[in-house]
T-cell receptor, first 115, second 114 residues
Framework: KAGVTQTPRYLIKTRGQQVTLSCSPI?????VSWYQQTPGQGLQFLFE???????NKGNFPGRFSGRQFSNSRSEMNVSTLELGDSALYLC??????????????FGPGTRLTVL | AQKVTQAQTEISVVEKEDVTLDCVYE???????LFWYKQPPSGELVFLIR??????QNEISGRYSWNFQKSTSSFNFTITASQVVDSAVYFC???????????FGAGTRLTVKP
């Protein structure tokens, strides 16, 4: 069974640009969550999608957005990039996501560097 | 609001030593879930254990054991006879039943030297 895949693995952008990251969950998983990991702030929850609907959102500005497709694949978009957006972006999928009891499986992450 | 504190930023031990990673949490919910994840240098978070707030039984899995104490709001993780492959960053996390917002601690970087 293939794990969670994230593309691209590495990305370099400049300030002001926008970026789209992709996440393919484990087959059959309907919930996808996104996290940002930085040395200063640690791991922070961005948002969760379940059945194409955003179900939960962390405390991030509106420049961070996401969506989920009917096949459960998810994308997150960051517009008007800032230096502080440089981070490892992790995606996690879970079977149903109806409860945090469902184990989340994490992908390898996309490392975004903003210059 | 939920909060997880991992006071130990870095720990260094010599192989075969036992090591305990501390985790203290805060929540107002009576139903919540606690997790430990391992993040090796590759970056991918690896699930280690999940415990719900109604199950205070300690758990042992091979060289790993977990001690959950609601009275002190702690969920500590012990590695017995540590090995070099245990070197990683370990995260404790909390999720309240009413949402799916997993709150992570800052992580503890464990280095096991041969």
């Amino acid at each position: 069974k293939a794990g969670v895949t994230q593309t691209p693995r590495y990305l370099i952008k400049t300030r002001g640009q926008q970026v789209t990251l992709s996440c393919s969950p484990i087959s059959g998983h309907r919930s996808v969550s996104w996290y940002q990991q930085t040395p200063g702030q640690g791991l922070q929850f961005l948002f969760e999608y379940f059945s194409e609907t955003q179900r939960n959102k962390g405390n991030f500005p509106g420049r961070f957005s996401g969506r989920q497709f009917s096949n459960s694949r998810s994308e997150m978009n960051v517009s008007t990039l800032e230096l502080g957006d440089s981070a490892l972006y992790l995606c996690a999928s879970s079977l149903a996501g109806a409860s945090p009891y469902n184990e989340q499986f994490f992908g390898p992450g996309t490392r975004l560097t903003v210059l | 609001a939920q909060k997880v504190t991992q006071a130990q930023t870095e720990i260094s031990v010599v192989e075969k030593e036992d090591v305990t990673l501390d985790c203290v949490y805060e929540t107002r919910d009576t139903t919540y879930y606690l997790f430990w994840y391992k993040q090796p240098p590759s970056g991918e978070l690896v699930f280690l254990i999940r415990r719900n707030s109604f199950d205070e039984q300690n758990e042992i899995s091979g060289r790993y054991s977990w001690n959950f104490q609601k009275s002190t709001s702690s969920f500590n993780f012990t590695i017995t006879a540590s090995q070099v492959v245990d070197s990683a960053v370990y995260f404790c996390a909390l999720s309240e039943a009413r949402n799916n917002d997993m709150r992570f601690g800052a992580g503890t970087r464990l280095t096991v030297k041969p």
